[in-house]
């Protein structure tokens, strides 16, 4: 397969993921299921699904479905109150879920013939956040006959059903090297600070969220963040405007902050600060509290 057809020539590293998907379009040995999988996100499994789904039903996107979590409470007609009440009781706490009338709309899609195929491909993303009723549908799907080929993507392998991940075939995704996180990321036209670098953790994906919620935070507090605050005053006027941000924001900060300081300091005893902030900031601690205690002198 020269450079002209291969269709990852776009996927940065993922040499292993790359070999064994090249083979079964190479050999025609297209599997029924596939799981990629990784120990991290961002590392390129989606853009590679899009890619093998390309080879297996060409241009053609009407032979492709997604199926991504959601937080939507609508379901469709049919479903019992029963049913209802149990689904939605995640979704009502703000946690996307994968729903069972979502893997209904699968087994519709894939009881009707191919477009321009042979036939089609399912592409079902954050497996890991199937409902369990949803994630029992999926397996007495992936147990019959059918005319498609599953690519189910999680970066949390270990909380899908082991009989799930028994019918798949596993493609194994890693860590990126620094040098292939830097050329992802070029190509995105981004500019990548070693301080991002060092907390993506090979991760192209995670370094790309980095960056942006880096330009969320105010450059005069990340100046004034660049060690510890030396005298009381400021300690406090920066404590105040950090605790009145998100809570994501906050934790975030916490991370990149740790990083840094811990590079210029060496400091352990700010390492069990950084350890117990995190800790409160999860239990939800008062922000000013614990904003206060991690950096006043």
């Known amino acids: 397969m020269n450079n002209k057809t291969n269709p990852f020539t776009e996927i940065i590293g993922q040499h292993t993921a790359k070999l064994l998907l090249t083979e079964a379009i190479e050999h025609n040995k297209i599997a029924p299921a596939y799981l990629f999988t990784s120990e991290i996100e961002g590392v390129g499994k989606t853009k590679t699904a899009l890619a093998f789904a390309n080879t297996i039903v060409g241009e053609n996107h009407l032979d492709v479905l997604h199926i991504k979590p959601t937080s939507s409470r609508s379901l469709l007609e049919g479903t019992s109150p029963r049913q209802l009440l149990c689904e939605n009781t995640s979704q009502q706490k703000g946690i996307p879920t994968i729903r069972v009338e979502q893997i209904r709309e699968v087994i519709e899609f894939l009881s009707t013939s191919a477009i321009n195929s042979n036939q089609k491909v399912v592409i079902i993303h954050s497996c890991d956040m199937l409902h369990p009723s949803a994630a029992n549908t999926l397996l007495k799907t992936l147990e019959e006959p059918k005319t498609g080929t599953f690519i189910v993507i999680s970066s949390h392998p270990q909380k899908l059903l082991p009989t799930i991940k028994s019918r798949c075939q596993i493609i194994p995704f890693h860590r990126l090297t620094d040098e292939e996180v830097v050329s992802v990321i070029k190509n995105q036209q ?108």
């Open 190 to 297: 981004i500019e990548l600070t070693q301080e991002i670098l060092a907390i993506s953790e090979g991760s192209p994906g995670r370094g790309i969220a980095h960056i942006k919620m880096l330009l969320s935070i105010p450059k005069a507090i990340v100046s004034q963040l660049e060690a510890p605050p030396s005298d009381i005053l400021s300690a406090l006027s920066l404590s105040n405007s950090i605790s009145s941000w998100n809570h994501e924001t906050q934790l975030w900060l916490l991370t990149y902050l740790q990083h840094n300081w811990w590079k210029k300091l060496q400091n352990t005893q700010l390492l069990a600060k950084f350890t117990q902030a995190r800790n409160q900031l999860l239990y939800h601690v008062n922000p000013r509290s614990v904003w206060d205690s991690l950096l006043l002198p």
